[in-house]
């Protein structure tokens, strides 16, 4: 068996030269499938949401003597049609303050959609607070007499004490 040796230079003996097709529709289906994956990333969500705060507590100014507080925003209406709805926002109250700048309905922080909602104040693990410290009326979104629209901020909230 004997081996061919080929010198370096490509002078004398050019290498071969590979033809590729044209691109077909293979490549093209692909590519337009990827620009629509692209163009389809989203939220998914149909609403526009306005970013919302507040503060909340008793009657006469005085703050809420309970760690842990979690306002829960129930909306009164905005439907676009029998199956979409705005979703509830939560957001959790400073103690030391008694006031909320966080509020998240659909991701974290987005805050609620325009519109006006009823607001209850449970315990931050979601169960209803003390009614020595909260009645519980308050912990009911049925029975809460907080009411509030996006239009009027910063939400004012004020609890009757028991």
Avoid: W
Avoid at 107 to 115: E, F, K, W
Avoid at 124 to 134: E, K, N, Q, S, T
Wanted: aromatic content about 10%; overall charge negative; some cysteine.
């Amino acid at each position: 068996m004997t081996t061919t040796h080929y010198p370096l230079s490509t002078t004398h003996y050019p290498l071969p030269t590979i033809h590729y097709p044209l691109p077909t529709i293979h490549y093209f289906l692909t590519a337009a499938l990827g620009l629509a994956l692209l163009a389809g990333c989203g939220s998914g969500d149909p609403f526009k949401y306005v970013q919302v705060s507040g503060k909340v507590t008793y009657e006469d100014g005085s703050l809420i003597p309970i760690d842990g507080m979690a306002l829960t925003f129930y909306p009164q209406g905005g439907a676009l049609d029998a199956k979409t709805h705005p979703r509830p926002g939560v957001a959790a109250v400073d103690p030391a303050t008694g006031e909320f700048h966080s509020v998240t309905s659909h991701m974290p922080g987005d805050g609620l959609v325009s519109g006006k909602y009823k607001a209850t104040l449970l315990g931050g693990d979601r169960m209803p607070l003390p009614a020595d410290i909260v009645p519980l009326e308050y912990g009911d979104p049925f029975k809460t007499p907080l009411e509030v629209d996006t239009a009027n901020q910063p939400f004012e909230l004020k609890i009757r004490r028991p």
